[in-house]
């Protein structure tokens, strides 16, 4: 296995974990700043040619794991590997934001919900989408159903 | 930081890196096993519900990292954050597969590009989408461009 190490840090207006949208239509649009390290600056070479990017952070701020956990939208209790809890035995965690311009080693970006000075893992290029006529939503498409 | 640790294994019918399917239009359609360890199967509840898992694993056979490289689906040099490349600064790869059933801690998948007995680090539940006529694909779509 691997001990994670940052490839930057994130420049984000979240201060603490309550500041950040959570719950049913919570939408993303806050703008950030992906500062990579100088070190790493090589690896982003046409990167600014995707319009979406998939960024792989880590939970910082997070200790410990809960395998059942009750989500901030949603009354009932769910499995971690069928939520986005920050409490997981791996704390890894996914975010697509969309890239508007690069500075240098600074990627300006749109979407994002880390916090500020949280380790960036990771960043790839975002390709593929799942049509939405094939994607069922599980429990998250309930509790909006019940809800509304 | 932290030291990744598995909650599983992916059974894949992938033995080796050379019979994954690679390149430009290289579609997955493998059908594979998460096998969950037991004492992470609490965490699989309502999983069932969602049509698209996202699995982040590890690039458990790769060793060490290349900030510039050339794709099998490119003649030319991209930074490794403009890559799927498995020589990354921290060794996470993430596969949108289709649930097809769970056995228990058994998750029947289709969709798989891990070569069989790849450690799983965590399980989301695929939520989102961009719009097609949003998404720009930088290099990868030149280089389909220049194929066709």
Request: charged residues 25%; contains cysteine; neutral net charge.
């Amino acid at each position: 296995m691997f001990t994670s190490k940052p490839i930057g840090f994130v420049s984000s207006p979240y201060k603490s974990a309550g500041e950040v949208p959570k719950g049913l239509g919570a939408k993303h649009v806050a703008e950030g700043v992906l500062k990579i390290l100088p070190e790493f600056e090589p690896g982003l070479k046409d990167i600014e040619g995707f319009s979406h990017l998939m960024v792989i952070w880590e939970f910082d701020r997070s200790q410990g794991f809960e395998l059942l956990g009750t989500p901030p939208c949603d009354n009932r209790q769910h499995g971690v590997f069928a939520t986005r809890s920050p409490r997981r035995p791996n704390p890894i965690a996914v975010t697509t934001v969309e890239l508007r311009r690069r500075e240098g080693s600074n990627l300006h970006v749109g979407g994002v919900d880390m916090l500020d000075g949280t380790p960036i893992l990771d960043i790839k290029p975002y390709l593929s989408s799942i049509p939405e006529e094939k994607l069922r939503r599980g429990w998250l498409a309930e509790a909006e159903a019940r809800k509304s």
